[in-house]
């Protein structure tokens, strides 16, 4: 059962603002923490920021469970799957460097 949240928006906000301490100390280690991220600023958005993120939270955390989806190809906005392709290449090196798991949606 999914009863921990994290509010929408750029990864690279996430952060102790927006993953409150308490919720995540709160956790049992048997709950896996899903990431998802959107490609909304995919194209403007500094990659690196959103890496530092996840590398910050993963590290701080390091007895949880985590599970992330990687960005799902838009058939809406073709135009933004070169971008896509090269942030989920990134975003797996960085999974597979601390084994975890990812869904790839495409």
């Known amino acids: 059962m999914w009863n921990h949240f994290l509010n929408p928006g750029p990864v690279s906000l996430v952060?102790?603002?927006?993953?409150?301490?308490?919720?995540?100390?709160?956790?049992?280690?048997?709950?896996?923490?899903?990431?998802?991220?959107?490609?909304?600023?995919?194209?403007?958005?500094?990659?690196?920021?959103v890496f530092e993120s996840i590398e910050h939270i993963v590290n701080k955390y390091e007895n949880h469970r985590y599970c992330f989806i990687l960005v799902p190809?838009?058939?809406?906005?073709?135009?933004?799957?070169?971008a896509i392709q090269k942030f989920n290449k990134k975003l797996k090196a960085l999974l597979l460097s601390h084994d975890i798991p990812y869904l790839d949606p495409s």
């Open 73 to 82: 190809l838009r058939l809406d906005r073709p135009h933004l799957n070169s």
């Open 15 to 49: 952060s102790e603002t927006q993953v409150p301490t308490c919720t995540m100390n709160n956790m049992s280690q048997n709950e896996r923490i899903v990431y998802f991220c959107g490609t909304n600023d995919i194209e403007s958005r500094n990659w690196s920021l």
